[in-house]
Nanobody
Framework: QVHLVESGGGLVQPGGSLRLSCAGS????????MGWVRQAPGKEREGVAC????????FHAPSLKGRFTISRDIVKNTVSLQMEDLEPDDTGIYYC??????????????????WGQGIQVTVSS
């Protein structure tokens, strides 16, 4: 069974930075795309970013304007999201997601098959 466990969420001031991490287990990381999805209160889930492998194909939502960067460690089976210049609109629950490479659509991580429990990110002064 695929298990994804997020960590690193919390409260941060506008303009600040935060790093989210996700530990995966129960699957071969070479065969899975991993990524991040978020959901703000009252809004639909939104794909944030995903990555095939270190140095490989990635997707970052254009609306983020380069503020977030995804990275991955295949050996440790972890994926991280470095969040910079955070805004109040970035507030929400962030989910680690994964999908087999043969079914994943890189531009739609919100459609990935495996989801973590989610972790709260709050950007507020």
């Amino acid at each position: 069974q695929v298990h994804l466990v997020e960590s690193g969420g919390g409260l941060v001031q506008p303009g600040g930075s935060l790093r989210l991490s996700c530990a995966g287990s129960g699957f071969n990381p070479e065969h899975y795309v991993m990524g991040w999805v978020r959901q703000a209160p009252g809004k639909e889930r939104e794909g944030v970013a995903c990555i095939l492998r270190p140095g490989g194909n990635t997707f970052h939502a254009p609306s983020l304007k380069g503020r977030f960067t995804i990275s991955r460690d295949i050996v440790k089976n972890t994926v991280s999201l470095q969040m910079e210049d955070l805004e109040p609109d970035d507030t929400g629950i962030y989910y680690c997601v994964a999908d087999p490479i043969w079914t994943a659509t890189m531009t739609r991580p919100d459609r990935f098959s495996a989801w973590g429990q989610g972790i709260q990110v709050t950007v507020s002064s």
